[in-house]
């Protein structure tokens, strides 16, 4: 079974933080890297923020010193912990494998993904 839980997103204000956690196939999470994807509206999903299996990071650099990626195998579960967050970072917010991807039936799989949004 493929699963793509994202969860605890939120309205938080300018400069607080959430943490969100994504539950994935075990099948698909130990042995691949992951990534956090966001889309917002008018704009098209663009990756955030990816982990190796191994654990080696990388951030694009409007979140880079704000935001980490960290995974726990044992749970399939990969996490993104979002400080100092700004009205820019509002939308909604997606896991997925990195850089690899995920089909079913030759198209792309997302899960419902967690809203995030940053009030002024």
């Known amino acids: 079974q493929v699963q793509l839980v994202e969860s605890g997103g939120g309205l938080v204000q300018t400069g607080g933080s959430l943490r969100l956690s994504c539950v994935a196939s075990?099948?698909?999470?130990?042995?691949?890297?992951m990534g956090w994807y966001r889309q917002a509206p008018g704009r098209q999903r663009e990756l955030i923020a990816s982990?190796?299996?191994?654990?080696?990071?990388n951030y694009i650099d409007f979140v880079k010193g704000r935001f980490t990626i960290s995974r726990d195998n044992a749970k399939s579960t990969l996490y993104l912990q979002m400080n100092m967050l700004k009205p820019e970072d509002t939308a909604r917010y997606y896991c997925?494998?990195?850089?690899?991807?995920?089909?079913?039936?030759?198209?792309?799989?997302w899960g419902q993904g967690t809203q995030v949004t940053v009030s002024s």
């Open positions: 982990i190796t299996s191994g654990g080696s990071t």
């Open positions: 997925n494998v990195h850089p690899y991807g995920l089909l079913i039936d030759g198209y792309e799989y």
């Open positions: 075990e099948s698909i999470f130990t042995i691949n890297g």
